[in-house]
């Protein structure tokens, strides 16, 4: 793999305007990227979770890369953020689940959201990678819609008690906090808490092995039944979860669509290497205009997604130094939303190209491409389904009253 986009890091400096701290940022990414290529592809191989990815990024120092300094981590802006997941994500869209979930759902919310209290107590350890987040709004009969959501909790003399269950969670099994949404029992809006994982009545259901893809990411079904969570780990104001839930899936979002344009790199890599040296019909199958007619798509596609990723970057960066701004929110939603959209798909039909690059091979899951191929369609899902992603760049074109899901 090479480093960062096909270029060195004295470039991506010029070009961004990067400091001297963002550029350690990214030579650490580099360098832990090269560290879990061979760990990701054998755990990949044999369908398994990986379970190096965690110690490769703590040993790194990049489990806490978006927080703040005075918490312990290396407080980068989203660009230098996008700029780490885009390098990560050339080992796969595994890695690139685990850190966004940790990094852009459970830390910044907690550090967008959280009391002074939550944030010295939460943060620090997250940093170091002594705490992992993982991000429960999915229920079973409530993805796209959070107003399905079932998890309820009641009050009681110590904080809450919560039960119900969450389904596709990433993270989920090898979490020690669960970022949860749940509704009151006996009323109506949606509260999110810090939930330690340790606490009696939280359990994993069952690890979901049985995925077409993302073997090496961690996907679990929990239950939580009467798991009591004190006052204090309430996050943000009660009955305005939902404000916490989809301030972090614009993080997430652009976290995602940064992953997605490392699968792009790395395919494009793998078919250049692939097609130069495999020879049919008496020359390299790059010579072959068929083929490329694929290597144009993926470079086309890398290019036109990578801008739509840093402008919402770059709009998220201008939000952060504003959050009272509701015009600076919208459009790092939008954005957020427009770089995920067409990222996500840009990385599966790249990948199905460099997979009808390989040929045969291209189909075996041993190829360095089928991995790629499995796993990018998730991200058409997760975190915003293609739909979901159009009716709100849609609403946000056409104004809030023609939503279609109101």
Not at 16 to 38: I, M, R, Y
Not at 224 to 246: I, M
Not at 326 to 354: C, G, H, I, N, T
Request: with cysteine; aromatic share 8%.
């Amino acid at each position: 793999m090479e480093r960062l986009f096909q270029s060195s890091v004295d470039e991506v400096t010029r070009l961004l305007g990067l400091a001297k701290p963002e550029v350690s940022v990214l030579e650490d990414a580099d360098a832990a990227a090269d560290e879990l290529v061979v760990s990701e592809y054998e755990k990949y191989v044999e369908r398994k979770f990986n379970p190096e990815v965690l110690a490769v990024l703590k040993r790194h120092d990049l489990m806490g890369v978006p927080v703040e300094e005075k918490y312990g981590g290396r407080g980068a802006r989203q660009l230098v953020e996008s700029l780490t997941l885009e390098r990560l994500g050339q080992t796969g869209m595994g890695v690139i689940t685990f850190a966004d979930v940790h990094l852009c759902l459970g830390s910044l919310a907690i550090q967008d959201w959280g009391s002074d209290e939550q944030k010295e107590r939460y943060l620090p350890a997250a940093a170091k990678g002594e705490a992992v987040f993982a991000y429960g709004l999915t229920e079973p009969e409530a993805g796209s819609d959070p107003a399905s959501l079932r998890t309820s909790y009641v009050k009681d003399g110590s904080g809450y008690r919560l039960t119900g269950s969450k389904y596709l969670i990433s993270n989920g099994s090898i979490a020690t906090n669960l970022i949860a949404f749940a509704r009151p029992a006996d009323g109506k809006g949606i509260t999110a808490f810090i939930v330690d994982t340790k606490k009696k009545g939280f359990s994993v259901d069952m690890r979901l092995e049985e995925k077409i893809g993302l073997f090496t990411s961690d996907t679990s079904l929990l239950t939580l039944d009467d798991v009591q969570v004190s006052k204090e780990d309430l996050l943000g104001v009660e009955g305005k979860g939902l404000s916490v839930a989809y301030s972090a899936l614009i993080n997430g979002r652009i976290g995602i669509g940064s992953g997605c344009l490392g699968v792009m790199e790395d395919c494009l890599n793998q078919v250049k290497e692939r097609t130069t040296t495999r020879v049919q019909h008496g020359k390299e199958i790059a010579r072959h205009q068929l083929i490329q007619k694929h290597v144009a798509f993926i470079e086309s596609s890398l290019e036109s997604c990578r801008w739509l990723d840093y402008r919402a970057a770059i709009k998220k960066d201008e939000y952060d130094k504003d959050r009272t701004d509701p015009v600076l929110r919208a459009d790092a939603d939008r954005l957020s939303a427009v770089a995920k959209y067409m990222s996500s798909r840009s990385a599966f039909e790249s990948a199905d190209r460099a997979v009808q690059c390989f040929g045969g091979f291209g189909y075996s899951i041993m190829s360095p491409v089928a991995k790629h191929f499995l796993d990018s369609r998730v991200a058409r899902i997760y975190e915003g389904t293609d739909e979901i992603m159009e009716l709100k760049i849609a609403s946000s074109v056409l104004g809030r009253e023609f939503e279609a899901y109101r």
